[in-house]
């Protein structure tokens, strides 16, 4: 998807048309559609010769460009996980594997990226109660896969936002929830992680729409991306506009949230609570 948004804004920025580039790499206007969109894999040849065609003359720029192409060919970790992810989610965990930060907004529930195991199960049995168990400890070990970004090498930074009801609701009750709440205290202790709370007392907030992500990665030519989730499918946007809208909104959250240094204690009030409760 990355590579396919440069290669369209490199070709618009040519006045190239979807036809003359379709011709240049013996292809038709609908394949190069979808290769812009990206819904096809990547011929390192046709990159080629399309950043040709583009006037990508920079040795630099063509290597990062054909670099992401090998890249979007490779096969992820998440594919043995086929079985149990829609194809628009395999997208969003290749993204989320190559970005340099993320930041994301919850209303509901805590981050994929840090759920305990059980509150995880808990999440997962929500949306996919009729399943085996079999198929849902597979969907269950996609999230605990997942967070192992959170520790490797050159690991991103998330910065987490969440709103005091995705604390509240007792997801898989009170055990449970006690259990989430100190996996949340032990993330705030990694270097590469930042907590916020939105609080109930700050009433009507910036991001009244729901919960997304922005991913940024360490490519500054490539664009940074939305992800906004829904019950069976998923939006990703790029365009500026959209970018825009949704990093001020976050912005804004960020400062009607309480302070990152304020989240420890509040976590611990919360956790407090939940063990005070019989």
Same mark, same amino acid.
């Given at each position: %998807?990355?590579?396919?948004?440069? #290669?369209? /804004? ?8 979807? +036809? ?8 038709? *206007? ?12 990547? /011929? +390192?040849?046709?990159?080629? =010769? ?12 063509? $290597? ?30 290749? #993204? ?26 808990? &999440? ?19 999230? %605990?896969?997942?967070?192992? #970004? ?11 936002? #969440?709103? +005091? ?55 500054? *030519? ?18 500026? =506009? =959209?970018? =825009? ?5 976050? +912005?804004?959250?960020? &400062? ?20 005070? $409760?019989?």
């Amino acid at each position: %998807m990355l590579l396919g948004s440069q #290669l369209r /804004k490199l070709r618009e920025a040519n006045g190239v048309t979807r +036809e003359a580039a379709g011709w240049e790499i013996r292809a038709s *206007e609908s394949k190069i559609s979808r290769m812009e969109l990206g819904r096809v894999g990547f /011929k +390192e040849r046709d990159v080629a =010769d399309l950043l040709t065609l583009y006037g990508v003359n920079d040795k630099s720029e063509r $290597e990062a460009l054909l670099s992401l192409a090998r890249q979007a060919n490779t096969q992820g970790w998440w594919q043995r996980f086929s079985d149990v992810l829609p194809s628009w989610f395999q997208a969003y965990l290749g #993204l989320e594997t190559s970005a340099g930060m993320i930041r994301t907004y919850e209303v509901q529930f805590v981050p994929g990226l840090l759920q305990s195991r059980e509150y995880a199960r808990a &999440v997962v049995m929500i949306g996919h109660g009729a399943a085996g168990l079999d198929e849902i400890d597979r969907r269950v070990d996609v999230r %605990m896969a997942r967070q192992q #970004l959170l520790t490797r090498p050159g690991a991103p930074h998330l910065w987490a936002v #969440l709103d +005091e009801a995705v604390l509240r609701r007792p997801i898989g009750g009170r055990t449970v929830m006690r259990t989430q709440i100190a996996a949340l205290i032990d993330a705030t202790k990694l270097s590469n992680v930042t907590i916020q709370v939105v609080p109930f007392s700050a009433g009507g907030h910036a991001a009244a729409g729901g919960a997304f992500t922005i991913l940024r990665f360490p490519d500054a *030519e490539l664009p940074d991306v939305i992800y906004t989730e829904q019950l069976t499918s998923a939006l990703y946007l790029d365009k500026r =506009d =959209d970018v =825009d809208q949704y990093a001020a909104a976050m +912005e804004r959250l960020c &400062v009607e949230a309480a302070p990152p240094d304020r989240t420890l204690a509040l976590l611990e009030r919360v956790l407090h609570e939940y063990d005070s $409760e019989p």
